[in-house]
C-alpha cells in the first residue's frame, strides 16, 4: 500500500477477494498486487485481506461473507489519457458484468462509459482532457434515494473534517432536468487529504444506496488521530465494530492506525492470531491495546 495515501478505498466479497484483486491488478495500467494474508478465526472464518494497487492508487479487499454487496451509490471515476487503453480495460471490465452507460461520446466527455464488473464494483472510464496525465482513479458517491439531495451537505462536512481539503467545481441541476431538482449537485469534485474525490445527487429511483461492501479506510498515526476521525465521523452506534463506523448518510469508514498494517504484513502467524483476536471485540481501535497484544514473536 503507498504509504503516503491517507485514505484507502476498502472491497468487501464474500470468497472472491483474491480474484478480483488479481483480475484488477492485471487489467489496469500501472498496477500491482502488494500482499495477501488471511485472518484466522473471525466471526466470518477465514478472511482473505489482500492490498493491492490500481494506477498508483492504494486498494484494499477482503474476503468475509456474502453479507454485503457492491452497488453503483460508489463508483470509481477511472480517467485514462488514450483512448485504445479505455477500450481494452472496458473490455475485461464488462465481461461477465453489466453496462450502466454505453461507452460512446457523450456532451461531458469525448469517450466515456460506466459498467459494473462481474464482482459487483461500478467503474465510469472517461478520456481524459489531458493526454500527458497520468491515469487517475476517484471514488464516486451517488446520492439517491432519502439521501438525495444532500450531496452539497455532505461535500462542507467532509471537507470540514478532513485535512488538507479543498472544494473544487460544482455544476448544478437546472430547471429542465426533472426529475432532479433544481439547484442540487449534478455533479462536483472535491479533495480530501490531498486525494480527489466527486459526488452527485441522482433523483431517479434507484433500488441501492450506500453499505459497507464499499468502505474507506482512513489510517491514522495515533491514538489522538484516530479519537479524532471517531469523533466526527461516526452517527450510528450500532454499526461500531472493529474499527469501522458509518457516518450520517451511511457511509462506511474503517479508523485503523498505520501500525497495524505494519504488524499484520510483518508478523508471525502467532502475532497475527494475537492481533485478531485483541481487535475483533473492540469498537474504536485501541491503539496501546493492539501493540501489546501484536507483541514479540
Known amino acids: 500500500?503507498?504509504?503516503?495515501?491517507?485514505?484507502?478505498?476498502?472491497?468487501?466479497?464474500?470468497?472472491?477477494?483474491?480474484?478480483?484483486?488479481?483480475?484488477?491488478?492485471s487489467s489496469f495500467p500501472d498496477s500491482r498486487l502488494i500482499s495477501a494474508i488471511t485472518?484466522?478465526?473471525?466471526?466470518?472464518?477465514?478472511?482473505?485481506?489482500?492490498?493491492?494497487?490500481?494506477?498508483?492508487?492504494?486498494?484494499?479487499?477482503?474476503?468475509?461473507?456474502?453479507?454485503?454487496?457492491?452497488n453503483p451509490s460508489i463508483s470509481f471515476m477511472v480517467y485514462l489519457p488514450v483512448p485504445a487503453t479505455i477500450d481494452t480495460?472496458?473490455?475485461?471490465?464488462?465481461?461477465?458484468?453489466?453496462?450502466?452507460?454505453?461507452?460512446?461520446?457523450?456532451?461531458?466527455?469525448?469517450?466515456?462509459?460506466?459498467?459494473?464488473?462481474?464482482?459487483?464494483?461500478?467503474?465510469?472510464?472517461?478520456?481524459?482532457?489531458?493526454?500527458?496525465?497520468?491515469?487517475?482513479?476517484?471514488?464516486?458517491?451517488?446520492f439517491v434515494g432519502d439521501n438525495c439531495g444532500k450531496a452539497e451537505e455532505a461535500l462542507h462536512f467532509y471537507t470540514s473534517v478532513f485535512k488538507a481539503s479543498r472544494i473544487g467545481q460544482i455544476h448544478r441541476y437546472g430547471s429542465d432536468q426533472a426529475p432532479d431538482q433544481e439547484g442540487t449537485i449534478m455533479f462536483a469534485d472535491f479533495?480530501?487529504?490531498?486525494?480527489?474525490?466527486?459526488?452527485?445527487?441522482?433523483?431517479?429511483?434507484?433500488?441501492?444506496?450506500?453499505?459497507?461492501?464499499?468502505?474507506?479506510?482512513?489510517?491514522?498515526?495515533?491514538?489522538?488521530?484516530?479519537?479524532?476521525?471517531?469523533?466526527?465521523?461516526?452517527?450510528?452506534?450500532e454499526a461500531e465494530q472493529c474499527g469501522w463506523l458509518k457516518d450520517r448518510y451511511g457511509v462506511s469508514w474503517q479508523i485503523v492506525p498505520t501500525a497495524m498494517?505494519?504488524?499484520?504484513?510483518?508478523?508471525?502467524p502467532e502475532q497475527i492470531a494475537r492481533l485478531t483476536q485483541a481487535f475483533l471485540p473492540m469498537k474504536k481501535f485501541d491503539l496501546a491495546a493492539l501493540q501489546s497484544a501484536f507483541g514479540n514473536p
Open 1 to 25: 500500500m503507498t504509504p503516503l495515501q491517507k485514505i484507502v478505498p476498502h472491497l468487501w466479497f464474500d470468497k472472491e477477494a483474491v480474484e478480483a484483486a488479481t483480475f484488477y491488478a
Open 39 to 70: 485472518l484466522r478465526d473471525t466471526p466470518s472464518g477465514d478472511c482473505d485481506v489482500v492490498s493491492f494497487e490500481l494506477a498508483g492508487s492504494a486498494f484494499q479487499a477482503i474476503s468475509a461473507g456474502p453479507f454485503f454487496k457492491p
Open 89 to 142: 480495460l472496458w473490455t475485461r471490465l464488462s465481461e461477465g458484468g453489466q453496462v450502466l452507460m454505453p461507452l460512446e461520446s457523450y456532451p461531458f466527455a469525448a469517450r466515456y462509459g460506466w459498467v459494473q464488473d462481474r464482482f459487483g464494483v461500478s467503474w465510469q472510464l472517461t478520456l481524459s482532457e489531458h493526454p500527458a496525465d497520468p491515469p487517475a482513479i476517484i471514488p464516486a458517491f451517488l
Open 191 to 237: 479533495v480530501l487529504e490531498h486525494q480527489p474525490f466527486a459526488m452527485s445527487d441522482s433523483a431517479f429511483s434507484h433500488e441501492f444506496g450506500f453499505n459497507e461492501a464499499i468502505s474507506f479506510i482512513v489510517n491514522c498515526e495515533t491514538q489522538e488521530e484516530i479519537d479524532y476521525y471517531w469523533e466526527r465521523l461516526s452517527a450510528v452506534p
Open 261 to 268: 498494517d505494519a504488524m499484520m504484513r510483518t508478523g508471525s
